[in-house]
């Protein structure tokens, strides 16, 4: 919200998890999708559906939905881990996740990723970093 009222023709996207996608059904459809709590590493995401505030302000603010796997969440907590040395948890590494792999052309465009939370169990992050 902020950085559409500072700069209008910025455009927002959103990620969610491939596995729970309510919020791309919901964009798409015009109303807000119902699905079952998503099995998802990603256990920050694991909604079954927009609240109609949050609805609204994405039908009025947010360009596209991205979906990303759990694989591609995990590959992106390996790179904060090996090479930024932060701990970033599934849910936190979706925007980065997206920008790897969304296929938008942003060459030459200024780019801001959301990365958020360090709220993991240590044990369960290490068996997710140790992950093929």
Known sequence: MAAKALSPECQVHGVEPEAGDDAKRSLETGKIVHIKPPMTIADGAQTPHLGPLTFAIMQR???????????QLI??????????????????????????????????????????????????????????
């Open 61 to 71: 603010d947010v360009s596209n939905i991205f979906t990303v796997t759990d694989a």
């Open 75 to 132: 590959e992106g907590m390996k790179f904060f881990a090996s090479t930024m040395k932060l701990v970033v948890e599934p849910t936190g590494c979706l925007g980065y996740a997206a920008l790897k792999s969304c296929g938008l052309d942003l060459k030459g465009k200024r780019v801001g990723v959301i990365i958020s939370g360090g709220n993991i169990d240590l044990e369960r992050y290490a068996k997710l970093l140790i992950t093929k």
